[in-house]
């Protein structure tokens, strides 16, 4: 189901937050990492998804030099200050790089905007002076995988040191007192996530 059939038909859902255990590593290195390190937020994962859905029927994205899309996202001043490089697929979009504009005007926004677009169209651009050197790289970031750990880094990170010796069972331990005599005990319950997958998009979302 897309984001769009979800909305028509009425039903309230949320990205359910990423793990690294989630995704194979051809998966993170395509788009993931931007959601497992927290790159991009919810609401502007569904905007991009919904300009992903715009392209394929007939917007215009800017294009870069080397055949990617631009998707402009992101809401600062009600303006678009989050710029996403992809390559624009319908299933499985890329991210490949994210600008993220951080200043506190909206038309200085809009001209780094149009600059950062002038720079991926033609990389000889870029070369004669870096919008990071003018503003400096905390009002302008930029993101790519590279940047971040690897697939194999966050798995030996995310696993406990006895993985693999247990049933396998997803378990959350509650503590609570009884009666108000301050005795402690625990409850183990067995978590079963309800998740739909939007087959479109590959994003999973919690359907309430």
């Not at 255990?21 to 990492?33: F, I, V």
Request: net charge negative; aromatic share 12%; with cysteine.
């Amino acid at each position: 189901m897309t984001v769009e059939e979800a909305n028509g038909r009425g039903i309230k859902y949320q990205l359910r937050e990423s793990n690294v255990d989630d995704y194979t590593e051809a998966e993170y290195n395509k788009r993931a990492w931007a959601l497992v390190n927290g790159v991009l937020d919810g609401s502007e994962l569904r905007t991009f998804y919904d300009r992903i859905s715009d392209r394929k029927n007939g917007a215009y994205a800017p294009k870069t030099a080397d055949e990617k899309y631009i998707f402009a996202v992101g809401d600062k001043f009600g303006v678009n200050n989050v710029l996403i490089v992809s390559d624009g697929r319908y299933v499985s979009p890329s991210i490949d790089r994210v600008y993220r504009i951080n200043l506190d005007s909206e038309t200085e926004i809009v001209n780094v905007r149009q600059y950062i677009y002038e720079c991926e169209e033609n990389p000889r651009f870029a070369a004669r002076v870096d919008a990071q050197e003018i503003y400096g790289q905390e009002l302008i970031e930029r993101y790519e995988r590279r940047s971040y750990k690897t697939y194999s880094e966050l798995r030996s990170e995310s696993r406990p040191r006895n993985a693999g010796s247990g049933s396998g069972k997803n378990k959350r331990y509650y503590r609570f007192e009884q009666d108000g005599s301050g005795d402690n005990g625990e409850v183990e319950q067995t978590i079963k996530p309800q998740l739909r997958t939007n087959p479109e998009s590959d994003a999973e979302f919690f359907v309430r």
